[in-house]
């Protein structure tokens, strides 16, 4: 599809397997504060992690037309899983541009390192995949990568320990091996995670570099909207939609932490 | 069907949303040291708790019909999820015995409690059915009970911190609210809460009693065979087979932890 083609007025569709997208969401809305933005988050199924390749690709693909089908102008793809093991799959089946939390991360992570020593941390499932060492790896084979697990950090988000003693304790437990590899730069590989930001922030002192997918995600989102004509002009008050699989137990409390505000507009898809 | 047709040759079935009922299966493999036994895990399905009813139960009843496939001489529901919300959809379909961890733990908490003040730890979704207080209170409606979700429990338990001073605070903030309570007993509402055990016990002190569903299920199951003959006779080494639906990381590890002894004898069935 042309962009010219494109209304700018058309929202910018972000998805994810839950609601751990919603800090990619509230990133767009601080960033970008007049684009229309539908959020689409899989709570039925989540967690993609343990899911098979082939499973997770079937899934981005509904989702993908779901989205379409509401005549989205640009997709970003906001589930760290979907993004290291089905970006091609949605890139494929999609006529508008296609961004992925985990390409942002690492073009991110490879702009701001100097000693070339980039720390991720993420879910067993994303540091499984290898996806941001070969996507750092792609715009620089010299930077060496260490990848660090931290599968209590999202059940820690999800309690709302997020300056707890036990947050802080698992923190310095995680992140041990990582600083003593000498990183300059370390990527939040997981939607959950810029929630820990300044707790992380604390346990690494001021020298690490924190990247935070959904802003790089933004930035660059901002800048092919604006190259390609697509900002929208009409700045009266966007709409925020929300559609999800499921509602889960803490969904509306969890939800709203992750988006630090009220979260209103929520529709329930049946699959 | 009449337990005389049943051949005591015949395996106990055991099924689980995941891995978390190995601890029922080492209860099992322990009490009854020559029972067959297949042990089922949806591991490509868990977690149940964030599921529907409708759903849960569906699985409830795929998983029965595979189980009495293999000609099973008793059916144990594990998974507290599907004992709290889908017992009788599985009782209605089976033709043999079905014992749920929910009514073993209630049934073991109310012989044991003096002052009638029970405690329930478990998942999100195991607490809020309220399964547990409507057995007990069923066996007792005098005993007041009093619940407590532990979500980082089973991370705690995934990522092998048995014996860490985070779970030990972790432990610590879950539990103060339950022992101002004044219960004398606890229940371990979750297949993974038995291998925390030793660090309940810590936080707890000695008067406080911990009830154990994989134990009081194993020694109903034994009463119930000795009862009707079903135990088995021949003295050789039992068959133990493991059934599941997806090899999820760390599959093997978390497995082997649960189970106390290697795993073998694993077999993928394709859903």
Not at 179 to 202: N, Q, S, W
Not at 206 to 217: F, G, P, T, V, Y
Not at 229 to 249: A, K, S
Request: include cysteine; aromatic fraction near 8%.
């Amino acid at each position: 599809m042309n962009p010219m083609q494109v209304n700018p007025e058309n929202p910018i569709g972000v998805f994810d397997s839950g609601i751990g997208g919603l800090t990619v969401a509230k990133a767009l809305f601080e960033g970008l504060p007049f684009e229309n933005i539908i959020y689409f988050g899989d709570t039925a199924r989540v967690p993609y992690g343990v899911k098979s390749v082939k499973t997770i690709s079937l899934y981005a693909q509904q989702i993908t037309q779901f989205l379409l089908s509401q005549e989205v102008k640009l997709l970003i793809v906001a589930c760290n899983t979907m993004s290291s093991v089905a970006y091609h799959v949605i890139a494929d089946l999609s006529p508008v541009p296609v961004f992925g939390v985990v390409d942002a991360g690492a073009s991110s992570a490879v702009a701001q390192t100097n000693n070339k020593r980039v720390g991720v941390i993420g879910t067993p499932a994303t540091i499984g995949s290898k996806a941001y060492p070969r996507a750092i790896n792609e715009y620089d084979p010299e930077i060496r990568v260490f990848s660090q697990p931290c599968p209590l950090f999202v059940p820690l988000v999800e309690e709302g320990w997020l300056d707890h003693q036990v947050t802080r304790l698992t923190a310095e437990e995680y992140l041990k091996p990582v600083v003593a590899f000498g990183i300059d730069t370390l990527v939040l590989g997981c939607t959950h995670y810029p929630l820990l930001k300044p707790m992380l922030r604390e346990v690494l002192g001021d020298e690490i570099a924190l990247i935070d997918s959904a802003q790089s995600i933004t930035e660059q989102t901002a800048q092919l909207l604006k190259r390609d004509n697509l900002l929208r002009e009409h700045h009266g008050l966007p709409e925020h939609r929300f559609f999800v699989t499921d509602f889960p137990i803490k969904f509306q409390e969890i939800g709203e932490r992750f988006l630090g505000r009220a979260l209103s507009n929520v529709e329930l898809v049946n699959w």
